[in-house]
């Protein structure tokens, strides 16, 4: 992983390490084993791995709820121990509570009072989240009312509520229809262009191949794999080529005959394999090759 570049990352994290102890028997639990990466900021990340690979404990120490044993955390160069890194956070659990009396721009309300906001600013910020979650004919119905993908959507408004630079976002799509994680993945792709950083954590290999820019692969407690999509699913030592205009003939002495016939080669390129067979790959054995060079 290249740590060479000057622009201060989102989050920065360094040989992270975290034993829990088991009381009464005697023995300890390694959920971190040295963990080392950088997000940069404006890239969507997706953090992956099975359940007890070290993910939650991860987003749980940078966001101060979890006391590291050693190494550190920072986000936007600030130590994630200290309150003031979390100023620029947003986040959503995997299974958010929210107060099923209040309604949703209700809810989104109340957390942008948590954050200090009021008045004019703050009915405008509500207006425009419940719109950009899609949210705008629903601000009025209660929370107890909402499908779980509408939960979902106003976890996300609350989360942004106070504009953060990094939304940190834990299974944002578990248990919500095809429908409802086709709408949070686009919304993720829009605070993308708008130059938010978000890290991310799913099941949903697919989901994450679409958004991600870079994917880490935690297995028991180690980042056995880390990358760009394209490096992370490239397969080495092999080449594509796709042809426009090629006749059986040329396809039969494709390596010699391209430019002589008259095709043009619209792209070269490795072939890919699905994120979900790196996934496998990569954690089936616990422990495999850290990413190739150039990722």
């Given at each position: 992983?290249?740590?060479?570049?000057?622009?201060?990352?989102?989050?920065?994290?360094?040989?992270?390490k975290k034993?829990?102890?088991?009381?009464?028997?005697?023995?300890?639990?390694?959920?971190?084993?040295?963990?080392?990466?950088?997000?940069?900021?404006?890239?969507?990340?997706?953090?992956?791995?099975?359940?007890?690979?070290?993910?939650?404990?991860?987003?749980?120490?940078?966001?101060?709820?979890?006391?590291?044993?050693?190494?550190?955390?920072?986000?936007?160069?600030?130590?994630?121990?200290?309150?003031?890194?979390?100023?620029?956070?947003?986040?959503?659990?995997?299974?958010?509570?929210?107060?099923?009396?209040?309604?949703?721009?209700?809810?989104?309300?109340?957390?942008?009072?948590?954050?200090?906001?009021g008045g004019?600013?703050?009915?405008?910020?509500?207006?425009?989240?419940?719109?950009?979650?899609?949210?705008?004919?629903?601000?009025?119905?209660?929370?107890?009312?909402?499908?779980?993908?509408?939960?979902?959507?106003?976890?996300?408004?609350?989360?942004?509520?106070?504009?953060?630079?990094?939304?940190?976002?834990?299974?944002?799509?578990?248990?919500?229809?095809?429908?409802?994680?086709?709408?949070?993945?686009?919304?993720?792709?829009?605070?993308?262009?708008?130059?938010?950083?978000?890290?991310?954590?799913?099941?949903?290999?697919?989901?994450?191949?679409?958004?991600?820019?870079?994917?880490?692969?935690?297995?028991?407690?180690?980042?056995?794999?880390?990358?760009?999509?394209?490096?992370?699913?490239?397969?080495?030592?092999?080449?594509?080529?796709?042809?426009?205009?090629?006749?059986?003939?040329?396809?039969?002495?494709?390596?010699?005959?391209?430019?002589g016939h008259?095709?043009?080669?619209?792209?070269?390129?490795?072939?890919?394999?699905?994120?979900?067979?790196?996934?496998?790959?990569?954690?089936?054995?616990?422990?495999?090759?850290?990413?190739?060079?150039?990722?």
């Open positions: 992983m290249d740590t060479t570049s000057s622009e201060t990352p989102a989050v920065r994290i360094r040989d992270l034993v829990f102890p088991v009381p009464l028997r005697r023995r300890q639990v390694t959920a971190l084993r040295g963990l080392s990466l950088d997000i940069p900021a404006g890239h969507v990340y997706g953090l992956l791995g099975p359940n007890g690979s070290g993910k939650s404990t991860t987003l749980k120490i940078l966001l101060g709820l979890v006391t590291p044993t050693s190494g550190t955390s920072e986000i936007f160069g600030i130590p994630s121990s200290e309150v003031k890194s979390r100023t620029d956070v947003g986040f959503l659990p995997e299974n958010p509570y929210f107060y099923k009396f209040l309604t949703g721009a209700e809810t989104v309300s109340f957390h942008g009072k948590l954050c200090g906001m004019l600013s703050l009915r405008d910020r509500v207006t425009e989240l419940l719109e950009l979650v899609g949210l705008q004919d629903a601000g009025d119905r209660r929370i107890s009312g909402y499908s779980k993908g509408m939960l979902q959507r106003i976890g996300l408004a609350q989360a942004m509520v106070h504009d953060p630079r990094l939304l940190i976002l834990d299974e944002p799509t578990a248990g919500v229809d095809p429908a409802g994680s086709r709408q949070i993945r686009d919304l993720i792709l829009r605070l993308k262009e708008r130059g938010k950083t978000v890290l991310l954590t799913s099941h949903l290999l697919e989901q994450v191949q679409e958004v991600c820019d870079r994917v880490g692969i935690l297995a028991k407690g180690e980042l056995v794999r880390e990358g760009s999509l394209d490096i992370l699913t490239g397969v080495t030592g092999q080449t594509e080529f796709l042809i426009e205009n090629a006749s059986p003939e040329l396809q039969a002495e494709i390596s010699r005959l391209v430019a008259g095709a043009r080669l619209v792209t070269a390129r490795q072939p890919q394999l699905d994120l979900e067979t790196v996934f496998l790959k990569a954690t089936e054995a616990g422990k495999s090759p850290r990413k190739p060079p150039g990722g």
